[in-house]
C-alpha cells in the first residue's frame, strides 16, 4: 500500500509550483506521480501525417517526485504526513499524522 494513490488531492511542496493544489492522476513505479495542471512543460512534437499527428508546440505534464508531494488535509487546509494502521476489523488503514484521522473511511 502506498501513501499517496491515483485520485488523492495533494499540495506540491517543492519545485517551481509549490504551494498549488491538484490530484494525482497517475503513480509510476519509480516513485514519481502525475499531478492534474502541475509541472507542465513544453514539448516541440514532430508531425507525422501517417498516424494523423499534427506536429507544433504542446503542454505536456511532466512528473514530480512522491517526496515532493503531501496528501491535502481538509481539516487543517495543509499538506499533511500519512501513516499506516490497522482497524479492529483488520483492514490497513491511512491516517493523517497530525490530526490522527482516518484518510480512508
Known amino acids: 500500500m502506498q501513501k499517496i494513490k491515483k485520485g488523492d488531492a495533494v499540495i506540491i511542496r517543492a519545485g517551481k509550483d509549490k504551494g498549488k493544489q491538484g490530484t494525482v492522476t497517475q503513480v509510476l513505479k519509480d516513485n514519481k506521480v502525475l499531478v492534474k495542471g502541475i509541472n507542465q512543460v513544453k ?3 514532430r508531425g507525422n501525417p501517417n498516424a494523423g499527428v499534427q506536429g507544433g508546440i504542446i503542454d505536456k505534464e511532466m512528473p514530480i517526485d512522491i517526496s515532493n508531494v503531501g496528501l491535502f488535509n481538509p481539516e487543517t ?6 501513516g499506516f494502521r490497522f482497524l479492529d476489523d483488520g483492514r490497513k488503514v491511512r491516517y493523517f499524522k497530525s490530526t490522527d484521522q482516518v484518510v480512508d473511511a
Not at 487546509?77 to 500519512?82: G, L, S, T
Open 43 to 45: 514539448k516541440h512534437q
Open 77 to 82: 487546509k495543509k499538506a499533511d504526513r500519512v
